[in-house]
């Protein structure tokens, strides 16, 4: 009779113990207060605790969970047509890639440079089920590839290796991203650009103007146009003379007609100023062509390789290329004085002069060497006048990014900078262009929510550490993140006078 009574007692307290919710496959376990997800897939019944007390949360991981069980229920029927390949899947990625109207041509070419190489350098990939292709498979192919190609290739291949795994996750083939565990590298370069002073550049001109070349006075004429203006060499290939504006002093730089300047929309433009060489060049140029019409391209030639190197052999100096003459321009500008903020902008970069600082922050040896001889170490050195002391100042000490840091701040109502949560901090500072977070706390924090190692160089393309970061974290997770780091409307910002 016991046994009896007692058994719809422990039936009924069972029951008790799971509370049901407003919200479908969302139930409440009484005694812990855990959410937990109540799902059926393919006529398997789940339930699995969601790690979490609080309602909108639950919310948030019950739809990931869902997906993902789904996920790797579809990857367990292959496609029902047959097995998806890595070679399939690269297939798709290029059918991608070249149908979206914001990639330009140039980088799928380079894409399928990369793609031909990743495959040369992992035989057996092409025909690999992906979903078959395992964390270790590509790690272990990273570190390889790392010590055979440059920094910056195998890095890109890496990213591309990416997100193919994520076009063959998309098709239902596999459910997570094996890709993730390839390793980035340092990029870090060894050549060493050798420049020509002053006086040999002059000298090289006149050598290729002199050659005899059917094309000598033109070519020479580019080598002028590309040191004075900094240009890609694509980009100097398309200078109309109505892009020239003397009265402002400016040349507009517009780029190909179909797919406009490097890294922007077609439509877009740049404007680098006319230095006093480069006026002088078109000028020139102008009393040789007078009647040519505003819409011919200023350059005649668009290239003169053999031309340089033939007049670097002749006159016994370093062999240069196009691009090395955009390195003259910018370097000339430093050394003239003018701040490499504004270099990188006639440059055409959009980084606020990151990459112009590592590329181009180099001096020519004469021009350190007279720097530094004022450089001294003396009590009242002759060519320095003493400054009156720091006023003190109370409560803190004076910081010249203390204002701008300030205004940044009171963008945000929610503090990210100071939070425990390294996902917060390495996703606000991401989205903040003043650099609110020191350098070597924030690489802390990156490492902590990548789960990798972060490298200072990967901050200079932050559009990728957001798309690997986003690949990283759950759905959850992102909109709860998203939802609390949130800058204020603009009328609500109080500005700081």
Not at 86 to 111: H, L, M
Not at 209 to 228: D, I
Not at 262 to 276: L, S, T
Not at 441 to 450: F, V
Request: hydrophobic share 35%; proline share 5%; glycine share 6%.
């Amino acid at each position: 009779m016991n046994t009896k009574q007692t058994a719809p007692a422990k039936a009924s307290e069972s029951e008790s113990e799971w509370q049901k919710t407003p919200y479908s496959n969302l139930i409440r376990y009484v005694p812990s207060g855990t959410y937990f997800a109540r799902i059926k897939v393919k006529g398997k019944l789940i339930r699995r605790s969601l790690k979490t007390k609080t309602l909108s949360v639950a919310k948030l991981r019950l739809s990931d969970l869902e997906k993902d069980e789904r996920k790797k229920a579809t990857r367990s029927s292959a496609l029902l047509q047959g097995k998806m390949t890595f070679g399939d899947a690269v297939a798709a990625y290029k059918r991608q890639r070249k149908n979206d109207p914001n990639i330009k041509p140039g980088t799928v070419e380079y894409d399928d440079y990369r793609i031909k190489a990743l495959l040369e350098s992992w035989p057996e990939l092409e025909k690999m089920d992906v979903s078959k292709i395992t964390d270790s498979d590509c790690k272990s192919w990273s570190e390889k590839n790392a010590k055979k190609v440059s920094s910056s290739s195998h890095n890109h291949t890496v990213g591309i290796l990416r997100r193919v795994f994520k076009i063959a996750i998309e098709a239902g083939a596999r459910y997570d991203n094996p890709a993730l565990a390839a390793l980035w590298v340092k990029e870090h370069t060894n050549k060493q650009i050798k420049l020509p002073e002053p006086g040999q550049f002059e000298m090289l001109v006149k050598e290729i103007e002199s050659s005899g070349s059917g094309f000598a006075e033109s070519s020479a004429e580019l080598v002028q146009f590309l040191a004075y203006g900094g240009f890609r060499k694509s980009e100097a290939a398309n200078i109309t003379w109505a892009d020239c504006d003397f009265k402002r002093g400016k040349i507009i730089l517009r780029g190909d007609p179909v797919t406009g300047l490097k890294r922007r929309r077609a439509g877009e433009f740049r404007e680098v100023p006319m230095i006093p060489e480069m006026r002088k060049l078109l000028e020139q140029i102008q009393v040789k062509r007078p009647d040519e019409p505003q819409t011919e391209k200023v350059m005649r030639v668009s290239e003169c390789k053999k031309s340089i190197a033939t007049a670097c052999k002749k006159l016994e100096i370093p062999r240069f290329t196009h691009h090395d003459l955009r390195h003259l321009f910018a370097t000339r500008c430093i050394e003239s004085g003018v701040d490499i903020p504004t270099v990188s902008r006639w440059l055409g970069h959009k980084d606020g002069g990151a990459l112009a600082m590592k590329t181009y922050g180099h001096l020519r040896d004469e021009h350190s060497t007279t720097m530094a001889q004022k450089v001294v170490f003396s009590e009242n050195p002759s060519n320095v006048i003493s400054l009156p002391p720091p006023a003190i100042v109370q409560n803190g000490s004076a910081s010249p990014d203390k204002k701008g840091i300030a205004q940044a701040k009171a963008k945000y109502n929610f503090p990210w900078w100071v939070s425990k949560n390294p996902m917060e901090v390495f996703w606000g500072q991401l989205n903040e262009e003043t650099q609110i977070v020191p350098l070597e706390k924030l690489l802390d924090y990156a490492k902590q929510a990548m789960s990798r190692e972060v490298f200072p160089e990967e901050f200079d393309d932050k559009d990728s550490l957001k798309e690997e970061f986003i690949e990283r974290i759950s759905q959850a997770a992102f909109v709860a993140l998203t939802g609390k780091i949130q800058k204020k409307q603009a009328d609500a910002v109080l500005k700081v006078n």
